[in-house]
């Protein structure tokens, strides 16, 4: 179920209300306002108020509150040089897994550590939490082992996936989640100045000749964290382009070969799982995506 409301947090406020929570979720939308969602939400679950939102002064608000000026506590996927999950704030009962500070992807043992967590007992009498943030940045592995918590999720515990797309994970565990959709807001309908370069760059993708588009690729090279994140986005703001595109043609009446297009969507979205589920190479995802970019208009 997609909630295609523009503000989602009217429909969990409710649902905080009614007390009709769901054992999972999965947040989806660009921006930060996804996890600020999940992050109030679950603080919500865990407030003895009953007005659907956090009241910021009953015990469990104040202690799941961060301080004035007070920066999380960084994860590390290793568990080496930082904990591999934190409390929100420091309520016991409320989770929060991200990619560690230098990790490419959210790591499996990430996931043996909440699930570890979420078998211990609660330690208040109301509901727990679990945050994945990064949700997209699973593997395959850590997904699967994710999936037998939302197969059989402890007791009065909801467990809440963040992602920018939720293309990215697996089908089996996008549909034991009850789905919420972020649209953009209109503060966000304005490109980035990185953004406005690529969709220039995009609009000769189809003339550029292959090495232009290897050189065009080879910028997604370097620390593979900050350059798969480049790609991602860079494969977000290719999608759309495309689809206007199609769908600017298809409105002029221009006759199409629909294959070349549906190739290149496919394509992108390959990439988008090799980045998260493979630990692909961004240079080489990059190179395959702007050569069917290429193709997708001839």
């Known amino acids: 179920m997609t909630d295609t409301a523009r503000d989602p947090w009217n429909r969990l406020s409710r649902a905080l209300s009614a007390r009709r929570i769901h054992s999972a979720y999965l947040f989806s939308g660009t921006g930060p306002e996804p996890a600020e969602t999940a992050l109030r939400f679950a603080r919500g679950l865990a407030c003895s108020a009953e007005d659907g939102a956090p009241c910021g002064r009953c015990d ?20 080496k040089k930082g904990p591999l999950l934190r409390h929100v704030g420091d309520h016991p009962d409320l989770l929060w897994v991200e990619r560690g500070r230098d990790d490419t992807r959210v790591r499996i043992g990430q996931i043996r550590a909440l699930q570890h967590a979420l078998r211990l007992q609660a330690s208040e009498s109301g509901w727990r939490a679990a ?3 990064d949700a997209e940045w699973l593997n395959q592995e850590a997904q699967n082992a994710l999936l037998r918590t939302l197969e059989e999720p402890p007791p009065r515990t909801s467990l809440i996936l963040v992602t920018q797309s ?8 996008r549909s034991r989640c009850q789905r919420v959709l972020f649209p953009r807001s209109r503060d966000d309908v304005a490109p980035s100045e990185e953004e406005a370069e ?5 609009e000769g993708v189809t003339q550029a000749s292959l090495p232009e588009l290897l050189d065009w690729a080879e910028e997604f090279r370097g620390v593979r964290a900050q350059a798969a994140e480049s790609l991602t986005s860079f494969l ?21 070969d629909p294959s070349p297009r549906l190739q290149a969507f496919a394509t992108l979205q390959q990439c988008r799982k090799g980045l998260a589920q493979r630990n692909a190479n961004p240079q080489m995802m990059a190179e395959r995506a702007l050569i069917a ?3 997708a208009r001839g």
Do not use: N, Y
């Not at 469990?60 to 568990?79: K, M």
């Open 60 to 79: 469990a608000c104040r202690r799941s509150e961060l301080g004035d000026g007070d920066e999380p506590i960084p994860l590390d996927g290793t568990g």
């Open 198 to 202: 690529w969709l220039e760059r995009l």
């Open 293 to 295: 970019l290429h193709d």
């Open 131 to 133: 945050v994945v943030a």
């Open 166 to 173: 939720p293309a990215g994970l697996l089908a089996t565990v």
């Open 236 to 256: 977000q703001v290719a999608s759309a382009w495309l689809h206007r595109r199609t769908t600017e043609d298809v409105m002029a009446g221009r006759e199409l």
